[in-house]
């Protein structure tokens, strides 16, 4: 089990814990947390009606009134949060990165000898107020990689 010692790490990694209770509570079994290569690391790996989903969760700490959404449900039509110069947890997501989950999820799909079974990769987006001890989820689906 890793060691998280710094606040983003932490924030991170309670961030794939909502995550994970988001995705159990919407019908998803989750298979692996972490698969990490050499190369990279997918976050979680989920199973739902026999297809695969990789998941990269990007968390943030902030108030959630400057969140649009509810708490811990998909939102499909957000917009910018009130203030324009708060970054946006998907704004993390540069080619490179991409380019990496790429590569460990066709290692991940070759090493469990997977064949046809249909996956797609989306992007969890967890805003955690953590004074009022709330969190609020968003998806990005069918991520083009």
Same mark, same amino acid.
């Given at each position: 089990?890793?060691?998280?010692? $710094?606040?983003?790490?932490? &924030?991170?990694?309670?961030?794939?814990?909502?995550?994970?209770?988001?995705?159990? %509570? =919407?019908?998803?079994?989750?298979?692996?947390?972490?698969?990490? %290569?050499?190369?990279?690391?997918?976050?979680? &790996?989920?199973? /739902?009606?026999? /297809?695969? +989903?990789? &998941?990269? #969760?990007? @968390? #943030?700490?902030?108030?959630?009134?400057? #969140? @649009?959404? *509810?708490?811990? $449900?998909?939102? @499909?039509? #957000?917009?910018?949060?009130?203030?324009?110069?708060?970054?946006?947890?998907?704004?993390?997501? =540069?080619?490179? /990165?991409?380019?990496?989950? $790429?590569?460990? &999820? *066709?290692?991940?799909?070759?090493?469990?000898?997977?064949?046809?079974?249909?996956?797609?990769?989306?992007?969890?987006?967890? +805003?955690?107020?953590?004074k009022n001890r709330t969190a609020r989820v968003r998806t990005i689906e069918n991520v083009i990689l």
């Open positions: 089990m890793k060691k998280f010692t $710094s606040n983003s790490q932490k &924030i991170g990694q309670l961030g794939e814990d909502i995550a994970c209770t988001f995705l159990m %509570k =919407h019908g998803f079994t989750v298979l692996e947390r972490n698969y990490t %290569k050499k190369w990279g690391e997918i976050d979680i &790996i989920a199973l /739902k009606e026999e /297809k695969l +989903y990789f &998941i990269e #969760v990007k @968390s #943030v700490s902030r108030p959630l009134e400057n #969140v @649009s959404g *509810q708490a811990c $449900s998909t939102d @499909s039509n #957000v917009t910018r949060e009130t203030n324009p110069f708060e970054r946006r947890p998907e704004e993390n997501m =540069h080619p490179w /990165k991409m380019k990496r989950l $790429s590569r460990t &999820i *066709q290692t991940y799909l070759i090493h469990k000898r997977i064949g046809n079974t249909p996956w797609q990769f989306d992007l969890l987006l967890v +805003y955690i107020d953590m």
